[in-house]
């Protein structure tokens, strides 16, 4: 569990890349396959989502802004499953 994403990935969807400051840096990168993480769990983008590096799921899980909940067509339940992992895999697998 981390405040930022552990690689950079996450961060090419913003609108505004200053806000990729300090996610996902060189030292960070690996420590998802290289400390064996099931799940990765952070949530600095205020962009919730699952996706996937490596075959490890990142979980984005932040709730955001009441300002920025307006602007999403439907909210993810809350509180949301992060393990055991969801019986769906908690989101599509590239």
């Known amino acids: ?32 396959t290289r400390f064996n993480a099931t799940s990765v769990v952070y949530g600095h983008l205020h962009i919730p989502r699952v996706t996937w590096y490596d075959g490890v799921r990142f979980e984005e899980v932040s709730v955001g802004y009441p300002r920025e909940w307006r602007h999403r067509a439907s909210r993810a339940a809350l509180p949301r499953q992060i393990l055991p992992a969801p019986a769906d895999g908690g989101g599509r697998r590239p």
């Open 1 to 32: 569990m981390n405040h930022y994403p552990l690689v950079r990935e996450p961060t090419r969807v913003l609108r505004y890349p200053q806000f990729a400051q300090w996610c996902g840096t060189t030292r960070t990168h690996d420590w998802h």
